[in-house]
């Protein structure tokens, strides 16, 4: 099978590795009939376009009281009926192709929600190595995190402080690099050319890490939002040493 360089095609590669596809929210095209199934299981899905990065062109679209909510950015319509709302979204995004994603209900931190994001990246050894985790805090009322559409970098340490104690907190984040490196190695076997993967991780409630998708042109200047420079100045030498290559 083949597996394209966009959102859909990486979701479909994990799902092929038994110890990955556990966390994997369930991804499809957004159908009408893909929408309307996945929200009758779920109080919210994500509607995003199948390629693009930064967070934009995403809408969250949830059962809301009487009838349906969609979001985009940080405008919100409401909609009597499920077929009302998803006219809506289709005369929107236009003749972009869209994926639709299981909503996961992110932890947050002073009310906010965040994700995370793990860079992967080949070392001199030509070994995968986590060489940075940063925090994304999501603006209030806006959909996304990501960074160039108003997230805040932070340390992911300070962001797990509410849920775990110090000790904890080292041992899940190493559990996080192992899943990225894990992640880095299936991804490579089809796609051997990138050199880093950018891996976006949401967590739910129960502490359960959730991969939301991969991407093989990840940012590296959030890192340099980041106070503390170390990761950035890896990351970027890391980067130089590929590009020699």
């Known amino acids: 099978m083949r597996y394209g360089n966009n959102k859909?095609?990486?979701y479909r590669l994990m799902l092929t590795n038994p110890a990955l596809s556990g966390s994997l929210p369930?991804?499809?095209l957004a159908t009408k009939a893909n929408i309307g199934a996945m929200l009758a299981q779920n109080r919210d899905v994500?509607?995003?376009p199948n390629t693009g990065t930064g967070?934009?062109?995403i809408f969250k679209l949830s059962r809301h009281r009487n009838g349906y909510r969609l979001r985009n950015g940080t405008q919100?319509?409401?909609?009597a009926s499920f077929d009302g709302a998803y006219a809506a979204f289709e005369k929107t995004k236009g003749r972009r192709a869209y994926l639709v994603q299981q909503g996961i209900p992110l932890l947050h931190y002073e009310g906010r929600p965040f994700d995370l994001r793990i860079m992967i990246q080949l070392n001199p050894g030509r070994k995968w190595e986590v060489t940075g985790i940063v925090g994304r805090l999501g603006q209030r009322h806006k959909v996304v995190?990501?960074?160039h559409n108003g997230g805040k970098p932070m340390p992911i340490q300070q962001l797990l402080t509410p849920y775990l104690r110090e000790r904890e907190r080292t041992l899940y984040v190493e559990k996080l690099k192992e899943l990225g490196i894990r992640i880095s190695s299936h991804m490579s076997r089809v796609f051997p050319r990138f050199p880093a993967f950018g891996v976006d991780i949401g967590i739910d409630k129960q502490l359960k890490p959730w991969i939301?998708?991969?991407n093989s042109r990840p940012d590296k200047y959030i890192f340099n939002a980041l106070a503390d420079k170390s990761m950035f100045r890896r990351i970027i030498q890391y980067a130089r040493l590929q590009r020699k290559r």
């Open 46 to 48: 994500y509607l995003k």
């Open 8 to 10: 859909l095609g990486k």
């Open 26 to 28: 369930p991804t499809a």
């Open 76 to 79: 919100s319509r409401y909609f």
């Open 212 to 214: 939301i998708e991969v």
């Open 55 to 57: 967070g934009f062109g």
């Open 145 to 147: 995190t990501n960074y």
